[in-house]
């Protein structure tokens, strides 16, 4: 038999329902309701799509029955849609590749036979040491490659042609970048074995198998044009990419209990445009520059916290503390004296109040805001639950601009410039409370002898706390229901008015420009202006 073949890639397998069958490839799937009969129509096409059919034979019959022949044209549209299918040739003739590799090439390449083919056609070199190297090396050759005896040298480094790949391995944790030119997956490797801090000592035979064997694999899939195995999604929610341009991904594998995965690495040498989810790239728990924003100890009521290493973030969210949290951490990377936003609008938002709030006003009178259960809620908290003697001052600067200061025994704690008297308090006495609240614990924490207060407690900031309605919140559950009011989900909302709000500010501010920060911060979505004046 000559010509090619549509075969189903051997990874594909369904399952019967009570109402139909769902179908599971490499990385997607999908069900079909219909009843029990979708089941045996799909034994009837799965059997010959399995050793393959001629591609103008994989159609619907022009006899089928009406209901069969819907059938047929839904599964045969999903199968192709989903990239279950594959076209490959009926004989490999001599260049045939062995069964195993064969087949998992049919469950994985768009084209199997030039996928074989890149792989025959050139010689990868291994430069390494030990187990590390000696499993990357067993890997390759499994994998039906040319591979040159390995070459001495710290680490492993795997090339071929433009390709390369960098791992290393430590005693208690391994990491393999993403595959490059030689120079920049060296420096990652550096950079990437630098923020993991490993234990010193050669690495446990599993730990060195398992980094081995996954550097490899990343060098077969770039050989082969194949996609990186980081970019592979399991068939649940929690495995979705975040949104936005990819980040570098490096494996990182750790021992008790052994596991590995993909983590995002913002890499100095090799950027990407902005983009992602800045909290879950920036402060990611293996690789993140920041430490990861976690509650942790710290109390909760009536302030959100979250602490990033000695750094304490507040909210009314635990989103919104870690993201504060987040940001005010990122500041030990940045310029001094610039501004930090998760975003444009956020910056320059924050940038834009700082630059109005030495402006003079006129006074506001208290009954603009008291009223307001939000506002009348965070300063309660200040002057009730914390029972601190404060005080807030209230200013209109314009039209729709309003600053609220709060300073307890002729100290300033927070201020706030928002477009409206009781969001203004509101946020400068969340603030305000916030830090007094972290300051409880923390002062709870060193009586109760604990070595680090700060990661355990929180550490105030020594200048007062800036909260504002630029920040991205997300929505709420139920924020859209037709029984709640702003007071459920305060601050969510404020930013719809954000932009208007900034050109309220514009009329009264100074100039703000923005500054880079370099690949990193920008990489992670991090934006920041400086204040002129």
Request: aromatic content about 4%; overall charge negative.
């Amino acid at each position: 038999m000559s010509g090619n073949l549509l075969r189903l890639r051997p990874i594909v397998h369904a399952t019967p329902t009570a109402t139909g069958l769902h179908v599971r490839g490499w990385r997607s799937s999908f069900s079909l309701d219909g009843g029990k009969g979708l089941w045996t129509i799909w034994e009837r096409l799965a059997g010959p799509l399995a050793d393959g059919v001629p591609p103008a034979q994989l159609a619907v019959p022009e006899n089928a029955p009406p209901a069969v022949a819907r059938a047929l044209e839904l599964l045969i549209g999903q199968l192709h849609e989903h990239d279950m299918l594959v076209e490959v040739p009926a004989e490999w003739g001599g260049t045939a590749p062995p069964e195993d590799i064969a087949s998992w090439l049919e469950s994985v390449a768009a084209s199997p036979v030039e996928a074989w083919r890149r792989l025959r056609s050139a010689t990868v070199t291994v430069t390494g040491e030990g187990a590390l190297a000696a499993h990357a090396h067993r890997a390759l050759v499994a994998a039906g490659v040319d591979v040159a005896p390995v070459r001495p040298g710290a680490g492993l480094l795997v090339v071929v042609g433009p390709h390369a790949v960098a791992a290393g391995c430590a005693a208690d944790v391994g990491f393999v970048v993403a595959p490059g030119s030689v120079v920049d997956v060296a420096a990652d490797a550096v950079a990437v074995a630098e923020r993991l801090a490993g234990a010193p000592g050669a690495p446990p035979e599993v730990l060195a198998a398992l980094v081995g064997s996954a550097a490899a694999h990343r060098l077969v899939c770039a050989l082969g044009g194949l996609p990186d195995p980081s970019t592979e999604v399991v068939d649940m929610w929690s495995d979705v990419p975040p949104a936005g341009p990819p980040h570098q991904a490096v494996l990182v594998a750790r021992v008790d209990p052994l596991h590995a995965e993909y983590h995002p690495w913002l890499s100095a040498v090799r950027p990407r445009e902005p983009g992602g989810a800045v909290l879950e790239v920036l402060g990611d728990r293996e690789l993140g520059p920041v430490p990861t924003p976690l509650p942790g100890e710290l109390p909760q009521l009536p302030v959100k916290l979250a602490a990033a290493g000695d750094v304490v973030g507040f909210g009314a969210t635990e989103h919104a503390a870690r993201l504060d949290a987040l940001l005010r951490a990122a500041r030990a990377l940045a310029p001094d004296g610039v501004v930090l936003g998760a975003d444009r609008v956020h910056a320059l938002g924050l940038a834009l109040r700082t630059a109005v709030r030495p402006l003079h006003g006129t006074p506001v009178a208290e009954d603009e805001w008291a009223a307001d259960p939000t506002a009348r809620r965070w300063w309660k908290a200040v002057t009730l639950r914390f029972a601190l003697p404060a005080e807030v001052e209230v200013t209109r600067l314009g039209p729709r601009v309003v600053r609220a200061v709060v300073r307890a025994g002729g100290e300033e704690l927070s201020w706030a410039v928002e477009s409206e008297p009781a969001d203004a308090v509101a946020f400068a006495a969340m603030a305000a409370a916030g830090r007094t609240q972290a300051e409880t614990a923390a002062r709870a924490a060193g009586a109760d002898g604990k070595a680090q207060a700060g990661a355990d407690a929180g550490a105030a900031p020594a200048q007062p706390v800036v909260l504002c309605g630029a920040a991205p919140f997300p929505e709420p559950d139920g924020a859209a229901a037709p029984w709640t009011t702003r007071d459920w989900h305060w601050p969510y909302g404020l930013r719809d008015g954000e932009e208007a709000f900034q050109d309220d500010l514009r009329a009264l501010a100074a100039d703000v420009k923005p500054v880079h920060l370099g690949p990193v911060l920008e990489a992670a979505g991090v934006v920041a202006f400086a204040v002129e004046g």
